[in-house]
């Protein structure tokens, strides 16, 4: 069974400009959550879809945001760049949402972005 | 206080040594609580995933939860060098969408 794909590996833009990155999700699982990842912060939730709706979102402004497709592939797009937004971004997915009995999710390898 | 605190380490051991992993947290109602191991460049992959308090046990790993003192554990028996990576808790509330994670605790193995 293939596992969490994400594209691309890395990607590296300025300050200013937007991007968007891709998550497809384990065949079968319909939560997609999306985390960032620093050294100094850690693992911080930026977002969950779960069959197509925002289910919960994250401490991040409003540049950052998301969706899901009705193949449960999800996309999240961050505008206006700045440096702070360098990081690993990891998607991850589980057949049940988050919160449920049955909740366990598992990370694509993550996208690393660098915004010079 | 942090909602889930976590020693940053780096923690070396010898090759063969038990492995002991903590994380506290804050929030009585936390009952998931998950550990993942992370490699350099890699995303964080799924070991361990306990409900509410008690062990669990999966080959050379085992989780404890001790929800009375809001302190949950990972060992590592007859640890390897490919153990090397960081290892990081996680845990949520029924019903709450947010996973909160531990910002990890890197390990090395010494051969």
């Known amino acids: 069974k293939a596992g969490v794909t994400q594209t691309p590996r890395y990607l590296i833009k300025t300050r200013g400009q937007q991007v968007t990155l891709s998550c497809s999700p384990i065949s079968g699982h319909r939560s997609v959550s999306w985390y960032q990842q620093t050294p100094g912060q850690g693992l911080q939730f930026l977002f969950e879809?779960?069959?197509?709706?925002?289910?919960n979102k994250g401490n991040f402004p409003g540049r950052f945001s998301g969706r899901q497709f009705s193949n449960s592939r999800s996309e999240m797009n961050v505008s206006t760049l700045e440096l702070g937004d360098s990081a690993l971004y990891l998607c991850?997915?589980?057949?049940?949402?988050?919160?449920?009995?049955?909740?366990?999710?598992?990370f694509g390898p993550g996208t690393r972005l660098t915004v010079t | 206080q942090k909602e889930v605190e976590q020693d940053p380490g780096p923690l070396s051991v010898p090759e063969g040594a038990i492995v002991s992993l903590n994380c506290t947290y804050s929030?009585?109602?936390?009952?998931?609580f998950m550990w993942y191991r992370q490699y350099s460049r890699k995303g964080p992959e799924l070991l361990m995933y306990?409900?509410?308090?008690g062990n669990k046990e999966d080959g050379r790993f085992t989780a404890q939860v001790d929800k009375s003192s809001k302190y949950i554990s990972l060992f590592i028996r007859d640890s390897q060098p490919s153990d090397s990576a960081t290892y990081l808790c996680a845990m949520s509330a029924v019903g709450d969408d947010k996973i909160i994670f531990g910002k990890g605790t890197r390990l090395h193995i010494l051969p």
């Open positions: 929030n009585s109602a936390f009952q998931y």
């Open positions: 306990t409900y509410s308090s």
């Open positions: 991850a997915s589980s057949l049940a949402p988050a919160g449920s009995s049955s909740y366990e999710q598992y």
């Open positions: 879809y779960f069959s197509e709706t925002q289910r």
